[in-house]
């Protein structure tokens, strides 16, 4: 195997907390009077490390040249903090990289413009602020032009542009970097959908045609799956070694910031005062293995207590995206098919040959009713995480909603 | 069996560590980005004038107004005297020396805070805005120079002023000068940048502290009227020399010391030094903080 191109050793980041922003005069002044009193004292002055914070320990990994690495954690696992050192932003506390090549870095896209300069001055200026010579950047200004979409405003000054404009300028002038390193942060968060898969296509193209090493940092589990074959999981500033992305992806699912699959209910408030007094949910549960998984066997347990018997009953059980939308509903009652609730504790359980929500956080609700009363409704009681597993090849086709399968048949005519 | 091929020897190898050098400039680093200051130098001046109906023409109000102002005020009103030479010429020669130091002064001082957002993105030599701007305020001196050169000439040629040397080989040695303002000027606003970057209240006393650095150096007044008793502390000023000695190449006035310009020039590369290792030092981990 050749050298790494990257080979990272022991860093360690630490931030001290309360202090971000300014430190008063008057903080330092207080500090100084501490520190000389405990010399004076002769004691050590005692170090203030309370509000010390690691946001990387001792994390060490190696890149070959040429691959395209994901890196995955959960918000605050000390990704960001990462890219900063590799793309030399801030230092380390401690530890040591080493690079081998340029760098080039896409740390959100849109910063850099000067909002009364052209378009076309804009694209040189931000070509130089990311290294880019401007031979360089006279080379590549018809492609950057062309990736952009923004040919007619090309003398316009940027401050006048969409934001949908703005930002495809500067992604496309990042995206045309030559470094031999590149490190990508969330640039899918930029666009709409269509913009949005031309940039993923664009890094493919970057990492796998021209073979440059790319570093990819995202929370877009299928973006990741697309241009990346290993992973590093960050987890509270720890870093896993770099390993199949597959295996990767599934171990960030475990310990993602989702709800836990088991919730206990009972105690939630509801939203009206008179739901769960005659019957209600005590306990809901998803019980298939591997949680919530695209595509794969899906199974969920409700505890539900009563008071009185109760005819005619259904239990629903609703998927909403984080932005509100409801996706999916699961319903007992569908074709009529109704039970009776005895008094006391009754466990109901679904169960779906396949699952086919997308990979992606959901909000979830349920409700307990008969007809169109409701004897309780919980609406957003968990944020549940439908994640890929190794078997799924279909979902990173598109970014749509939910997929099944359709039965078919092909008849020559 | 061949061995495998030897992986071509890398170009570049980029070290990523606490630095513990105390005092490094990333020569390589200031070279790769040069296009960057060259972008940069272009826009201060593009942008800043973009929309504005009389464009760049306001480099050359701006030192007319205010000489006006002072001719006014401080020779009419007042009745500063101006070392026998008319006050406009006078004062138009004191700004070429001042000005200048204020604008990188006032520019620079706010380097590190002003970029926290470029900077907290995208890596390149954090020395290179502060540059950037040292470099494009040389714009409006020039314009400066022609407003002065204009009034210069009516006076030398057009009412024959008779005290008024002419323009000798001596004038060759104002770029020097300017070099000299340069340095100074930058090294103060990079330390003042360093300082603002952690106290931020001092981002208001800036203004303050370049107006009253003004009224400390004999941009108004000539140092000759600076009784003979206090004139060494005016001149511990380091740009006291600089404006007297303005004066004494265009208008064969001002009293330079030589010993005391010398003090001048080895305070100013000290101070830019100590700025450039501030600056330094405060701009590595200065976006933990923003």
Known sequence: ?413 | MNAPAPSSPPETEIVIKASSAWFTIDWRGLLAYRDLLRQLIQRDFTARYKQTILGPTWFFFNPVVTTLTFTLVFNKVIGVPTDGVPPMLFYLCGMLGWSYFAAVLGNTGNSLAGSAALFSKVYFPRLIPPLALTVSSMFALGIQFLTFFVFFARAHWFTATPTLPAPGLLWLAFPAIVLHMAVLALGVGLILSTLTAKYRDLNHIQGYLIQLWMYATPVIYPLSRVPEKWRWIAELNPVTPIVEASRRIFLGVGTVDPSRYAQSVAAAVVIFLVGVFAYQRAARTFVDTV
Request: with cysteine.
């Open chain 1, 1 to 413: 195997m050749s050298r790494p191109i990257i080979e990272i050793r022991g860093i360690s980041k630490k931030y001290r907390l309360g202090q971000i922003g300014m430190t008063s005069l008057r903080e330092d002044v207080e500090r100084l009077g501490h520190w000389c009193r405990a010399r004076l004292s002769g004691r050590a002055p005692a170090p203030d490390n309370r509000r010390d914070f690691w946001a990387l320990r001792d994390v060490s990994f190696d890149v070959q040249p040429g691959e395209a690495l994901g890196i995955i954690g959960r918000n605050g696992a000390g990704k960001s903090t990462l890219l900063k050192i590799l793309s030399r932003i801030t230092e380390p506390t401690g530890g040591e990289i080493r690079l081998r090549g340029t760098v080039g870095s896409l740390l959100e896209v849109g910063t850099g413009f000067h909002p009364e300069l052209s378009g076309r001055d804009n694209i040189f200026l931000k070509g130089a602020i990311l290294g880019m010579t401007r031979a360089e950047v006279a080379r590549k200004f018809d492609e950057i032009v062309a990736f952009s979409e923004v040919e007619r405003f090309l003398d316009t000054p940027v401050k006048r542009y969409s934001s949908g404009m703005y930002v495809r300028l500067a992604f496309a002038v990042a995206a045309h970097l030559e470094p031999d390193i590149l490190i990508v942060d969330e640039v899918l968060a930029v666009g709409d959908q269509q913009f949005q898969r031309k940039c993923l296509g664009k890094m493919q193209d970057v990492s796998v045609r021209s073979g440059r090493t790319v570093l990819f940092v995202s929370h877009h589990m299928t973006a990741i799956r697309r241009l990346c074959r290993r992973c590093v999981v960050l987890d509270a500033g720890h870093a896993s070694g770099p390993m199949d992305v597959d295996v990767a992806i599934e171990r960030y699912a475990q310990d993602s910031g989702a709800s836990p699959l088991r919730l206990d209910v009972a105690a939630l408030e509801r939203s009206h005062g008179t739901e769960g007094r005659v019957a209600r949910f005590r306990e809901i549960a998803v019980v298939s293995p591997g949680g919530l998984r695209f595509n794969q066997p899906f199974a969920i347990e409700f505890v539900v207590e009563s008071r009185e018997p109760l005819d005619n009953m259904m239990v629903g059980l609703g998927f909403k995206t984080v932005d509100g939308q409801r996706i999916l509903t699961l319903d007992s009652d569908g074709g009529g098919r109704t039970f009776t609730l005895r008094p006391g504790v009754t466990r109901i359980r679904f169960d779906l040959p396949r699952l086919p929500l997308h990979p992606g956080p959901y909000r979830i609700g349920a409700a307990l009713g008969s007809g169109r009363h409701f004897y309780d409704s919980l609406d957003g009681f968990a944020l549940w995480d439908v994640v890929t597993s190794v078997q799924d090849h279909e979902s990173d086709r598109s970014f749509g909603g939910c997929r099944i399968e359709p039965a078919f048949t092909v008849s020559a005519i």
